[in-house]
Every structure is written in structure tokens, then in C-alpha cells.
């Protein structure tokens, strides 16, 4: 093993520098308040979780988990995500009476990444959990409020794609049976790789009828009429019920005024295996990933206690690409002083603060270009001898 330089880090950890914290943190705030409007508490959970628990729990393929073991020889997992100790928790100390709850987080998640991935092992997830509340109703309100939280945050060009993990299931069912081809084209999908989704099906030995069936699902994304077109390649009660499900989302999202927002995508899948009916992704700008997802599950169950719950999980990192690079206004104000002058100066800044504004002390002394120093700040105070300036 070679020996590593003094500033390397960690596969996959990135530094964050003060302005691109002071971004995230703007960012986050804005949420954060919208999620506590709608009535949604925040809860944190330990960066730390046993393996056997949340570990085997969670949808996160095992070999993204960092694992190391504590002193009595228990493995203990760092979060892949928030959902299942969000479900731990609530399935242990919250569902004790038969009532709906609305929990929010912001919190850091740890997956390992492939040294030639280039992605980030850890990353900020802010997100909600409605959890005991089986109506379309639930659903709608957990996206409506994802689009008001990115409004929020600054973002106008955004698009909720829609889907029912429901409808692509059942229709795999129906032509394919449960045999590998299924887990072939669910990979394809997930993948966004619909060359490979194409070439697939026409490879199997299957009538022309069930292939063009299959390559129609590619077709359903639009708006409220491709509904009714999926009507026309599933056969069975469980794949018309999904469309019923989505017929009666839109009727709820239009209630909301948020319609220009959402647009229906029947080819969406997810890798976590605990979804069971409606789920989303959300995509902005020039952004090569969503930026966020979520949707219905029944992850709470595997904790012992039966409630359905949705949710959605915001990457602030991937947010923060969406948004642009601009720059923030510094508000920060700078009072310099000279040692005789420190006194007057602590008393000046206590009255910016009274006022809740941001303002550093220099002693002059300390600084060797000040002509350089004081363009990093919105405006600067002179304390020096017996003048003052602005």
C-alpha cells in the first residue's frame, strides 16, 4: 500500500469551503422552513446503526455499506440513507397510537463508491417521511410539498416525473413471468438505458404482440393522457389499479396548482426494493441525475409494526448544481481598530449584532494587504487613532 500524501482524503470525501457552505446552509434553511409550515417535525438518528437493523434493512446494496465493528464484536453500519432509521424509530417509539405522522431530516449518508465512480461517499440528504397514512391524499401532499420546497430554494425550472412501481412490475408479470429477464429489463430501466431496454426485448422469444407491449412502455411519459394510453397494454385488476392510483394523484396535484410541475413517466423503477406504489424522481437544469426522489413503501413492517408511510430525499449537493453558481451577496460588515480604539470597536459590533447583522473585528495590525482584505466584506468601519471612516 503506498503511503498517502498529507491532504489526500478518503475515497468519495470532499471538503466543503465557507462559501459553498454558506450556499448549502441558505439553502437547507429555506427548506427546513417550508417542511415545518406543513407541519413536519425534524428528528436526527445516529451516523451509526447495527448492521443486523438497519443495515440488512435497507434497500442500499450491501457492498456501498461502511462497516466496522464495536467493542463486543457487533458490526455497526454509518447510514446509507434516511428512510430505515427514520422506519427504526418510528416503528419503536412513535406509532403507539393509530395516528398519521410527519417527520422531517437534514442529515449527512455514507455510501462506498468505485475508486473510478468520481461520486461523493458522503452527502447531505433533506427529506420527509409521512408515515400511517395510505391516501392518494398522503401522496399528493408529500409532492406538493416538494415542489414548494424547491420553489423555495430558488428553483424555477424543474420537472417531478411520476410512476407507479405497480404498473411496470405487473406488466413484466404478465409477458415475462418472474424469471431473470424481468431483473434484466428493471436494470435497463433504472439505468435510463433504453437502447439496451429495446435491443433486450427483441431478443426474446416472445410473440410480436407482448414485444411492442413492452416497448410501449417507453412511450408513456407525458401528461394526464398517457394515462389512458396505459390502459391499452395491461391486462390485469393490479396494473388498472395503478393507473387508478395516478388518475386520482392528478386530480390532487391540479387541487394544489401544481400540475406545470409534474408530468407522468410509467418506465420509472427503483433500485430500493421496499417502494410499493407510487414513487418519483425530480430533474433540473443541466443536472445528470435527479436531484431527488421518493414515494410510497412498506419498509416500517420489516421494524415489526404495519403502516404504510411515503417520503422524499432532496441531494442538497445536486440541488446546489441545479441553482447555478452565483454568487452570494456578502452581508458581512468589517470594523478595524487600533489597540487604543479596541474598546469602542467591541461596542460598535455588539450594535451590529443587537441588530442581527454579521460583522467581524480586525485589529488593523493584523493584516498586511488591507486594500485586498476589505473587498471580501459588504462594508468596513476605521477605528484607527483618534478618526473614524466608512
Request: proline share 2%; hydrophobic share 40%.
Amino acid at each position: 500500500m503506498s503511503r498517502l500524501f498529507m491532504f489526500e482524503k478518503p475515497l468519495g470525501m470532499r471538503d466543503t469551503l465557507p462559501e459553498l457552505y454558506e450556499k448549502k446552509d441558505r439553502v437547507r434553511s429555506d427548506i427546513a422552513e417550508t417542511m415545518k409550515l406543513w407541519g413536519y417535525q425534524f428528528i436526527e438518528t445516529p451516523a451509526l446503526e447495527y448492521y443486523e437493523t438497519v443495515g440488512e434493512a435497507s434497500a442500499i446494496d450491501d457492498a456501498q455499506l461502511f462497516k466496522l465493528l464495536d467493542k463486543e464484536g457487533h458490526t455497526l453500519v454509518l447510514r446509507p440513507e434516511m428512510t430505515t432509521p427514520i422506519a427504526r424509530v418510528a416503528a419503536s417509539k412513535l406509532l403507539k397510537e393509530d395516528i398519521p405522522i410527519r417527520l422531517a431530516y437534514s442529515a449527512n449518508v455514507f455510501r462506498a463508491q468505485e475508486r473510478e465512480g468520481g461520486r461523493p461517499a458522503e452527502f447531505e440528504q433533506i427529506g420527509v417521511e409521512y408515515i400511517n397514512d395510505s391516501t392518494i391524499s398522503c401522496d399528493g401532499e408529500v409532492i406538493a410539498l416538494l415542489i414548494s420546497s424547491l420553489k423555495k430554494a430558488g428553483l424555477d425550472q424543474f420537472q417531478v416525473s411520476v410512476g407507479h412501481v405497480g404498473f411496470a412490475q405487473e406488466l413484466f408479470m404478465q409477458i415475462l413471468g418472474t424469471n431473470g429477464r424481468t431483473t434484466t429489463l428493471r436494470k435497463f430501466l433504472y439505468e435510463k438505458n433504453y437502447v439496451g431496454y429495446r435491443e433486450s426485448v427483441q431478443s426474446f422469444d416472445l410473440s410480436m404482440i407482448d414485444k411492442q407491449r413492452l416497448l410501449k412502455l417507453l412511450q408513456l411519459r407525458g401528461g394526464e393522457e398517457v394515462l389512458a394510453k396505459a390502459h391499452s397494454i395491461t391486462e390485469n385488476d393490479k396494473g388498472k389499479q395503478a393507473i387508478l392510483e395516478l388518475q386520482e394523484l392528478w386530480r390532487v396535484i391540479k387541487d394544489y396548482g401544481f400540475e406545470e410541475y409534474v408530468k407522468f413517466d410509467l418506465s420509472i423503477v427503483s433500485h430500493m426494493s421496499y417502494y410499493t406504489g407510487i414513487l418519483f424522481e425530480v430533474y433540473a437544469g443541466n443536472v445528470g441525475f435527479p436531484i431527488g426522489n421518493g414515494g410510497r413503501y412498506s419498509l416500517i413492517e420489516k421494524f415489526g409494526k404495519k403502516a404504510t408511510a411515503t417520503g422524499f430525499a432532496l441531494r442538497l449537493d445536486r440541488l446546489l448544481e441545479a441553482l447555478g453558481g452565483k454568487t452570494l451577496e456578502n452581508e458581512m460588515h468589517c470594523i478595524f481598530f487600533s489597540q487604543e480604539r479596541r474598546k469602542e470597536a467591541y461596542g460598535l459590533a455588539q450594535q451590529f449584532h443587537s441588530k442581527g447583522k454579521k460583522v467581524v473585528l480586525q485589529d488593523i495590525t493584523g493584516v498586511k494587504d488591507l486594500d485586498k482584505f476589505t473587498k471580501k466584506f459588504a462594508g468596513t468601519t476605521l477605528l484607527i487613532g483618534g478618526r473614524d471612516s466608512e
